[in-house]
């Protein structure tokens, strides 16, 4: 990974980002920055767009990336056996509820999260 592509992925898992913003901070042009978005989208990043105007850049990560960031989430501010509800967790790691609960279901497969409701759960134990 180039020294822009690995600038640019620091500053779009920070959050949504319109190109100008990133050009303002690392002093890219406009067109290199449209490059190494499309270089990260190739070697395997999903970014996409939101928004029209200014069009930002946001990150999208996988259940495994996701699931983990939920467990460091969990282990940061001790919810271990308290409710998360997963439009909350959502917009912490601001991604969205269904990637969320993806993630969740992820959790889920090693036996440590107990489902409390549609849209919420419970993680009981520590990895």
Known sequence: MSTAQRKIL??????DISIK???????YSTSGIRGRISELRDIGYTIITVGSFPK???LIFN??????????LVEKRRMYGKRLEYAAIARVLRTDQNQVEAAMQK???HGMLIQLSNGSAMIVRKV
């Open 56 to 58: 930002k850049y946001r």
């Open 63 to 72: 259940k495994d990336e996701l699931a983990k960031k939920i467990l460091d």
């Open 21 to 27: 913003e990133i050009s303002e901070i690392t002093g």
């Open 10 to 15: 620091n500053l779009l898992v920070k959050k």
């Open 107 to 109: 959790i889920h497969k």
